[in-house]
């Protein structure tokens, strides 16, 4: 096969720049997989060593993924700290998982990532990572992309970051995303910013990817059950519905927002998304309910109040209504 690299642009005497990842147990190993396919592809398009990467654990043991395969670790928090007075420092560390969602974040993580902030290292997180980078009080005052999964749980415990469901964000050198598919968007972009567009389009060749995207598209539009192509009216509407869950706008205020009668948007609701945008918000709300039992130590009522519900014993019916089971056993399923 003809390989159309290159190389005579991009000569050996760069400097090779190295990325650290951090595992935690639990990681997503789809999420390592394309960071590394990514920085692998960029070194072949270049004809040399562009990037290097050090995988690293909190003790330089094997790290277990999410799906059970264990990872070797190239190195140990101790020996990432000392490297970060060396001439090769990394140029970004990034938190690759499963952050205890109930914990306050480890303290030796916490000040690695504090240190590398100081020295001016670029940060980064997949998924659950994101909830390190918060821990050690780094993302305050910043925005951040979280999996849509995780955002009510995230939004509850960290109340100065400003999340975003999009494919990935950048504030202040420092990156986030949800995990997944959004891992090959964001590598792609960084591979970019440090080695320019030719580079990023020859990932995209090799790895025969059709589009990337960009960072403020979103993850998903909830609880949308319709292919193809979606009404802009239609998005708008869900914007507004998942922004003001505690506090429900009227539904003349809704359609006010998009200069719109009520009845023409209870008619693009139907048309659109097969059910009356009362139904949908109402679907929104039990949604984000059944994440926080889930995720958060949230009391019911409490809950039930974040989720916009008049009275607990309101959404305790609505609930079981829905879901067959009333809130409190939904907790109890997830602890078993």
């Known amino acids: 096969m003809t390989q159309h690299w290159l190389p005579e642009?991009?000569?050996?005497?760069?400097?090779?720049?190295?990325?650290?990842?951090?595992?935690?147990?639990?990681f997503e190993l789809m999420a390592l997989s394309s960071a590394l396919d990514v920085l692998r592809h960029a070194n072949a398009a270049a004809g040399h060593d562009i990037f290097r990467w050090r995988l690293v654990s909190k003790t330089g043991d094997t790290v277990a993924a999410s799906c059970g395969l264990e990872v070797a670790a190239h190195s140990d928090l101790r020996q990432e700290r000392q490297r970060l007075t060396d001439p090769g420092r990394p140029i970004m560390a990034i938190i690759c998982g499963d952050e205890r969602?109930?914990?306050?974040?480890?303290?030796?993580?916490?000040?690695w990532l504090r240190e590398c902030r100081q020295r001016k290292i670029g940060l980064g997180a997949f998924e659950k990572g994101v909830f390190a980078l918060a821990s050690a009080g780094l993302l305050n005052d910043r925005q951040c992309s979280i999996h849509w999964e995780l955002q009510p749980a995230f939004d509850e415990r960290f109340m100065r970051v400003q999340t975003a469901t999009t494919v990935y964000e950048i504030d202040d050198n420092i990156w986030t995303c949800p995990g997944g598919t959004?891992?090959?968007?964001?590598?792609?972009?960084?591979?970019?910013?440090?080695?320019?567009?030719?580079?990023?389009?020859?990932?995209?060749?090799?790895?025969?990817?059709?589009?990337?995207?960009?960072?403020?598209?979103?993850?998903?539009?909830?609880?949308?059950r319709k292919l193809g192509p979606v009404n802009p009216t239609i998005i708008t509407l869900i914007e507004l519905m998942q922004n003001n869950l505690s506090n429900p706008l009227p539904?003349?205020?809704?359609?006010?927002?998009?200069?719109?009668?009520?009845?023409?948007?209870?008619?693009?609701?139907?048309?659109?998304?097969?059910?009356s945008p009362c139904r949908y918000r109402r679907e929104l709300r039990l949604e984000r309910a059944k994440l926080l039992l889930t995720q958060s130590a949230l009391s019911v009522v409490e809950v039930a109040i974040s989720c916009g519900f008049v009275s607990a014993s309101h959404f305790s019916k609505t609930f079981r209504d829905a879901n067959r089971?009333?809130?409190?056993?939904?907790?109890?399923?997830?602890?078993v």
Do not use: W
């Open 251 to 275: 539904m003349d205020k809704l359609a006010a927002a998009v200069n719109l009668s009520r009845r023409q948007v209870e008619r693009l609701f139907r048309q659109e998304l097969g059910q």
């Open 325 to 335: 089971i009333a809130p409190h056993e939904a907790r109890k399923l997830v602890a």
């Open 182 to 224: 959004a891992v090959f968007d964001m590598m792609v972009a960084l591979v970019q910013q440090n080695c320019g567009e030719i580079i990023a389009t020859r990932i995209c060749e090799f790895t025969t990817a059709g589009r990337v995207r960009e960072g403020k598209e979103r993850q998903r539009l909830p609880l949308l």
């Open 101 to 111: 969602l109930s914990g306050g974040g480890d303290k030796a993580l916490n000040a």
């Open 9 to 26: 642009a991009f000569p050996p005497s760069v400097d090779v720049k190295t990325i650290t990842f951090y595992l935690n147990p639990g």
